[in-house]
């Protein structure tokens, strides 16, 4: 089985959803982002589950903690998040559209007008 | 610290629990899952001491439940899945129950039916099954009792309560606070827990933490089957699977399929 027929957990579910945030520049670098408790009553979700996705974020410098004040958006941030989500992108959604694009017939100049027209 | 250990209960001959042996800690949100009838409504009044266990114990910190001992009783608060309110306002029963719990805290109480949107200042009598239910949520809340005990509180609600219900049992858990939340609707509640337990066939079919059976089996959506899985079905986009993990990759847990797994393995007898 290949991994993208798996459904995310949800910490990195949330994680993505933050991740969004960051590269559209709704978080800008060094801003202070929610508590683990606000995001996890803003998701409806359990507390711990937010403080695993910060925890995974922060690992991989894309917010960091200051002691006392609460998390912030890095300044490398965003460069950060982009380069995970295209390498996911990469990884696991295009050879899902791979697979559509050839099941359907499509040829290249079809998906080029309509990918970057 | 809640344990049972060898706990059984009939009804007359009917036997409803056997040999039920689980430990419920504190700062975790437990889901008490089950098929309707499987006894789950039973075992939260063995745990709060309602009915008296006719063999085995359950004790919360070290002391049996049926005693009825009142330091522990406001240690924890139960809402039956019947709840109906007695004919006075809602916040004249949140503070006469206030009275009996240490931490109740009526600020919270009402800044809850704020966010519930309930009229505290009507009698329950007056209140609608949604309304009530969330009335007594919010009383059950501010009471701040160390275990809470929640029977089907989904119930009832339509989809934005449920959804607020979420948001309030997340922004109210802390680490010396543990929800048992006990329902047949996983989809409701499955974001919160920490912790699983299903109860079926009159015992405890599994009781695990949603990390270690995230360590353990990988959840899938597969459109075609190839071998080594553990357990399918068929479902909308494919088949749902689970496997072993044995790679140590991360899925979501789909408790529903995971719940249909147990059960076969329950039927096959091993």
């Not at chain 2, 009939?10 to 899952?33: A, D, H, P, T």
């Not at chain 2, 800044?111 to 009229?119: A, K, N, P, Q, T």
Request: proline content about 4%.
């Amino acid at each position: 089985m290949d991994y993208s027929s798996t459904h995310k957990p949800i910490y990195l579910q949330i994680a993505d959803k933050m991740s969004e945030r960051i590269l559209s520049g709704e978080w800008k670098p060094e801003e202070r982002i929610p508590s683990v408790r606000e995001m996890g009553v803003a998701m409806g979700v359990n507390p711990n589950t937010v403080a695993r996705t910060y925890e995974y974020m922060e690992q991989s410098g894309a917010i960091y903690n200051r002691r006392g004040i609460g998390f912030f958006v890095s300044p490398e941030g965003r460069k950060i998040v982009l380069k995970q989500m295209k390498e996911e992108f990469f990884a696991n959604e295009i050879p899902v559209i791979r697979k559509k694009v050839e099941m359907l017939g499509i040829t290249p100049e079809e998906m080029t007008v309509l990918l970057f027209r | 610290m809640i344990r049972t250990s060898g706990l059984s209960f009939n009804y007359g001959r009917e036997s409803v629990l056997e040999n039920i042996n689980l430990n419920i800690s504190e700062g975790r949100i437990y889901g008490l899952l089950g098929a309707n009838g499987a006894g789950k409504s039973t075992l939260l009044k063995l745990i709060t001491g309602l009915l008296k266990p006719k063999t085995g114990t359950v004790e919360i910190d070290n002391i049996p439940s049926f005693d009825r001992n009142p330091e522990i009783q406001k240690e924890f608060f139960y809402i039956p899945e019947d709840f109906t309110g007695p004919d006075i306002p809602v916040e004249r029963y949140a503070s006469a129950l206030g009275a009996f719990y240490p931490n109740f805290n009526k600020e919270q109480f009402h800044s809850l039916c704020r966010e519930m949107d309930v009229r505290c200042d009507k009698k329950f009598t007056k209140l609608s099954l949604g309304q009530h239910k969330k009335a007594i949520i919010a009383i059950a809340i501010s009471l701040n009792t160390r275990y809470l005990f929640l029977d089907e509180p989904t119930n009832g609600l339509d989809i934005p309560s449920k959804s607020e219900f979420r948001k309030i049992i997340s922004g109210n858990i802390s680490d010396d606070r543990s929800v048992i939340i006990s329902t047949h609707q996983v989809r409701d509640i499955e974001n919160l827990l920490d912790d699983i337990i299903i109860i079926d066939n009159r015992s405890v079919l599994l009781s695990s933490s949603m990390e270690e059976i995230q360590r353990k089996y990988l959840f899938g959506v597969e459109s075609s089957l190839d071998g080594g899985v553990l357990y399918s079905e068929e479902g909308l986009g494919g088949y749902m699977t689970i496997r072993e993990n044995t790679e140590g990759l991360e899925s979501k847990v789909n408790i529903e399929t995971l719940f249909n797994y147990y059960n076969t393995i329950r039927k096959r007898g091993y």
